[in-house]
């Protein structure tokens, strides 16, 4: 006697419509499809972009945009990774477009930039100047440890 695979085939796809379903109804998704947008004004410097980092990192990715001809000064290490870094070390998709601004650091002992440690950590720059920075270690103004590219 032969079985039908129908009820299985049946079952299964219920099944993924079913969590399809609670996917939009719900919100339910994972955090690589979520992300954040950030505009920082001139008036937040280098502390708005650190901010606006962190919370790009935290929502799973996102779009960061920077006000046209302004320098966003670092004037201290946010973190020692890989020996100290201006900025919050990008673990997500982060993109930062410039407009014509600049990223300065003008503290000779950190870089700008630490793209690493996750696949998911990637970093596009568009329209945007990287100055300053430095550990003595991998990278000036930017340094890419494992992040995807």
Do not use: K
């Not at 690589?32 to 919370?55: D, E, I």
């Not at 779009?63 to 946010?78: F, P, V």
């Not at 000779?108 to 990287?130: K, M, Q, S």
């Amino acid at each position: 006697m032969t079985r039908s695979r129908w009820p299985t085939r049946l079952a299964t796809v219920l099944g993924i419509l079913a969590a399809s379903t609670a996917v939009s109804m719900f919100g339910f998704a994972s955090a690589s499809l979520a992300s954040a947008s950030a505009t920082v004004p001139c008036s937040g410097g280098g502390a708005g972009l650190v901010a606006a980092m962190t919370a790009a990192n935290a929502a799973g990715g996102g779009t960061i945009n920077l006000a046209a001809g302004c320098t966003y000064s670092l004037t201290s290490a946010n973190n020692m990774t890989g020996g100290g870094n201006g900025l919050p070390v990008v673990s997500t998709s982060i993109t930062i477009n410039g407009n014509g601004a600049t990223i300065a650091g003008n503290n000779r002992h950190f870089r700008i930039f630490f793209i690493g440690g996750a696949p998911a950590a990637r970093l596009t720059l568009n329209g945007v100047t990287v100055t300053g920075g430095n550990t003595g270690g991998p990278g000036g103004g930017i340094a890419n440890i494992g992040g995807g590219c």
